[in-house]
Each structure stands twice: as structure tokens, then as C-alpha cells.
């Protein structure tokens, strides 16, 4: 990645960490995140709620810190909503957080989990209306390897390296045929086997 990237923000206080625990705040910043501004009524249609009600989670998400103000468009009736971190969020406390903020992680990641599981479920259930070229181009793979911790760091580090060139901060201006895509990677330990 380029020096002079897009800074990714790390969370780990709990209070900014319930405030993003919420599906519709989600929504909102995933569209910031593609590079987006946008108004509460724009983003209303698409979280599915009122202006009003967006607007109440465009605030929460202010006082946390996550998104800000935008230069408006023109007249100045309308508040136009930006990210504060171009390159993205990150949240993350670690195993030897208080028990506070591990329980704050703990709901936030859940809450994104079944985003992602609501995301692949719904290209499941559509990909018989998709092109043959889409459906082929997408991939969905689980598997199991055996590495040292160090390994793992230095995996995710190259498959980072891989995405990053793609992301919407660092390509603004995509090629027309493109779309947007999830892109979910996890590496998750499983349980360590007790002693035979």
C-alpha cells in the first residue's frame, strides 16, 4: 500500500463501538465508504427509514467521531454527510480488553456477521438472474490450513495487499462495466483439540 494511502481508523472504545453497532448506522457508512456523500433523505432510501430517523443515526455517528459534515451543494438547506477516515474503520480491542469493551466488540462483530451471511444469501438466492460471466467470476471458499500465528499476520498483510488497489479510495473512478463487490475475508482459528 502507498505511503500516502488513505488511513484506516482503529476503535476500540466501547461507546463508538455500540454507536456503530446498528444496522442502519452500518448501511450508512458502508455507502460512505464506497465514496459517497450524502444527505440524510438519500440515505434514508437506502437503509429503509425516515429522513428523520436517518438523520438521528448520521448524528450518532457524529458525536462518535465516525462521520462529519460535507462541503454542502450549493444552497446550504441540505446537510451532505462524509466519512472522517477515508481509508475505512477497523475496530478492535484485543483479548486482554475490560470486559466492557470485549462485550461492545463482541455486539458489533455479530451485528456485521449477519450482514455478510444476509449479503451472500441474497446473491444466492438472485445469481439465476445474473450474466453467466458474473456468475462465474464470483467465488465462495472455505479452507482449512495449519500456520503460526506470524504466518497468519503475513497472509492477511498479502491478501490485503491484493484488495487495497480496488477499494473505492484508492479507485475513485472504476471502469464502466465494473460493480461493486463484497469482498469478505476471515481467518478464524478453530477450538484447539485437547491433549489425546
Given at each position: 500500500?502507498?505511503?500516502?494511502?488513505?488511513?484506516?481508523?482503529?476503535?476500540?472504545?466501547p461507546?463508538v463501538?455500540?454507536?456503530?453497532a446498528?444496522?442502519?448506522?452500518?448501511?450508512?457508512?458502508?455507502?460512505?465508504?464506497?465514496?459517497?456523500?450524502?444527505?440524510?433523505?438519500?440515505?434514508?432510501?437506502?437503509?429503509?427509514?425516515?429522513?428523520?430517523?436517518?438523520?438521528?443515526?448520521?448524528?450518532?455517528l457524529?458525536?462518535?467521531?465516525?462521520?462529519?459534515?460535507?462541503?454542502?451543494?450549493?444552497?446550504?438547506?441540505?446537510?451532505?454527510?462524509?466519512?472522517?477516515?477515508?481509508?475505512?474503520?477497523?475496530?478492535?480491542?484485543?483479548?486482554?480488553?475490560?470486559?466492557?469493551?470485549?462485550?461492545?466488540?463482541?455486539?458489533?462483530?455479530?451485528?456485521?456477521?449477519?450482514?455478510v451471511e444476509?449479503?451472500?444469501?441474497?446473491?444466492?438466492?438472485?445469481?439465476?438472474?445474473?450474466?453467466?460471466?458474473?456468475?462465474?467470476?464470483?467465488?465462495?471458499?472455505?479452507?482449512?490450513?495449519?500456520?503460526?500465528?506470524?504466518?497468519?499476520?503475513?497472509?492477511?498483510?498479502?491478501?490485503?495487499?491484493?484488495?487495497?488497489?480496488?477499494?473505492r479510495?484508492n479507485?475513485?473512478?472504476?471502469?464502466?462495466?465494473?460493480?461493486?463487490?463484497?469482498?469478505?475475508?476471515?481467518?478464524?482459528?478453530?477450538?484447539e483439540?485437547?491433549?489425546?
Amino acid at each position: 500500500m502507498a505511503d500516502d494511502a488513505p488511513q484506516r481508523a482503529r476503535i476500540s472504545d466501547p461507546v463508538v463501538m455500540r454507536a456503530l453497532a446498528h444496522p442502519a448506522r452500518l448501511t450508512i457508512l458502508e455507502e460512505l465508504a464506497l465514496g459517497r456523500a450524502g444527505t440524510a433523505t438519500e440515505f434514508a432510501t437506502v437503509c429503509g427509514l425516515t429522513p428523520s430517523a436517518t438523520s438521528y443515526h448520521l448524528r450518532a455517528l457524529a458525536k462518535a467521531g465516525l462521520v462529519q459534515e460535507a462541503p454542502n451543494r450549493g444552497d446550504g438547506r441540505e446537510r451532505v454527510w462524509q466519512l472522517v477516515a477515508a481509508g475505512g474503520i477497523e475496530v478492535g480491542s484485543g483479548p486482554g480488553g475490560d470486559p466492557d469493551t470485549m462485550k461492545a466488540e463482541q455486539e458489533l462483530v455479530l451485528i456485521w456477521l449477519a450482514r455478510v451471511e444476509a449479503r451472500t444469501r441474497s446473491w444466492v438466492l438472485r445469481w439465476q438472474d445474473e450474466s453467466q460471466e458474473w456468475y462465474d467470476a464470483t467465488s465462495m471458499r472455505d479452507s482449512l490450513i495449519s500456520v503460526t500465528a506470524a504466518e497468519l499476520a503475513e497472509l492477511n498483510r498479502k491478501v490485503s495487499a491484493l484488495i487495497e488497489p480496488y477499494s473505492r479510495t484508492n479507485r475513485p473512478e472504476p471502469p464502466p462495466e465494473s460493480r461493486t463487490l463484497a469482498i469478505t475475508y476471515r481467518t478464524v482459528p478453530l477450538p484447539e483439540k485437547p491433549d489425546a
